[in-house]
């Protein structure tokens, strides 16, 4: 959106809008920095209190992305008060409380505005070392890429609207859904991480390209070895799908290698756009193994390798 616009000239602003991470980063002194970052989404939910956690833990996932620990959040609300009511409004404020709580952050107050379409999200702002700040780009040929949960939310969330996956069926992922990502980053800190960014809108072959691209290597990807929600190969088996598949399809195509012989529901998955979608990070090859055993340990119980970085001279993406 600001492409164009001449960048920030300020040396103490670390990481602006030049790349493509979550969050901008703020060097205050030799030892702090601020790390600032907004989002806010549409319901993926009628409960409003899953709503409000799943709005939250997808927020404070861009201060984990960049090796932050979250400080304070303020309440993003669009809301149509008349129409819904203040008890669902509640419910949202709720759910995303509780998200704020667990992060051991503090709630400060927010702004709202009447909308037609409830909206609901937070700013948040955290705090980092200067030399410890992880960004999406510095990918080392080598390195192995882990991701912390599983992907197809998107079409878990359009199906479950069209009435074709019941809530029976989806409520059993939320809570991993609206899992932070403080626990996996923490035990990632442990280790040699060169570069993390979380999943989300632009599904797992766009964010991938991302870091690729920052870092100018080849990623391949076992698609054997992703982690997938129960249901979403399904959903797209029955012709389901997203508004963003299409767009996240051609957003990486120029670059994309698919070796894999796969079904066009399971080329579907890579494309799906994540909400509070994981960790993905790259890790020296000899971390890589035991950062899983820590994280699975941890309960971060999705963690998996799934994929290499090589050398190229421009960004490449395979899926074997």
């Known amino acids: 959106m600001l492409k164009g616009f001449p960048p920030p000239t300020d040396p103490n602003l670390l990481v602006g809008f030049e790349t493509s991470d979550d969050a901008a980063v703020y060097r205050l002194d030799n030892d702090h920095a601020i790390v600032s ?84 999200g937070l700013a948040v702002t955290g705090i980092v070392h200067p030399q410890r700040i992880l960004t999406n780009t510095g990918v080392q040929p080598g390195d192995v890429l882990v991701l912390t949960k599983p992907i197809g939310t998107g079409v ?78 399904t959903m797209y088996g029955k012709g389901e799908t997203t508004g963003s598949n299409s767009a996240n399809r051609k957003l990486v195509q120029e670059h994309l290698q698919m070796t894999a012989k796969l079904s066009r529901a399971q080329e579907e998955l890579l494309f799906d756009p994540q909400t509070s979608g994981g960790l993905l990070m790259a890790v020296s090859s000899n971390h890589a193994q035991p950062l899983i055993d820590k994280l699975l340990t941890a309960g971060v119980k999705a963690s998996r390798a799934i994929g290499e970085a090589f050398p190229a001279k421009r960004a490449k993406l395979n899926v074997i």
Not at 99 to 118: N, Q, R
Not at 177 to 192: D, M, S
Not at 203 to 208: A, E, I, V, W
């Open 37 to 120: 970052t907004v989002d806010f989404i549409t319901p993926p939910v009628d409960d409003p209190v899953w709503f409000g956690r799943i709005a939250a833990a997808n927020s404070l996932s861009d201060i984990y992305a960049m090796g932050g620990r979250p400080l304070t959040a303020l309440s993003l609300v669009m809301f149509p008060g008349k129409k819904l009511g203040l008890e669902v409004l509640r419910g949202i404020l709720q759910g995303g409380s509780e998200k704020v709580a667990e992060a051991g952050a503090s709630l400060c107050g927010g702004h709202s505005v009447d909308d037609d379409e409830p909206k609901y």
């Open 156 to 233: 878990l969330f359009n199906a479950h609207r069209a009435r074709k996956l019941p809530w029976s069926e989806l409520e059993p992922v939320l809570e991993d859904v609206a899992a932070l990502n403080g626990k996996a980053l923490e035990v990632a800190l442990r280790f040699e991480i060169h570069a993390c960014t979380d999943v989300t809108g632009f599904g797992l072959l766009g964010h991938t390209l991302e870091m690729a691209r920052g870092s100018n290597v080849a990623i391949r990807l076992d698609y054997s070895a992703l982690p997938v929600y129960p249901n979403a190969l």
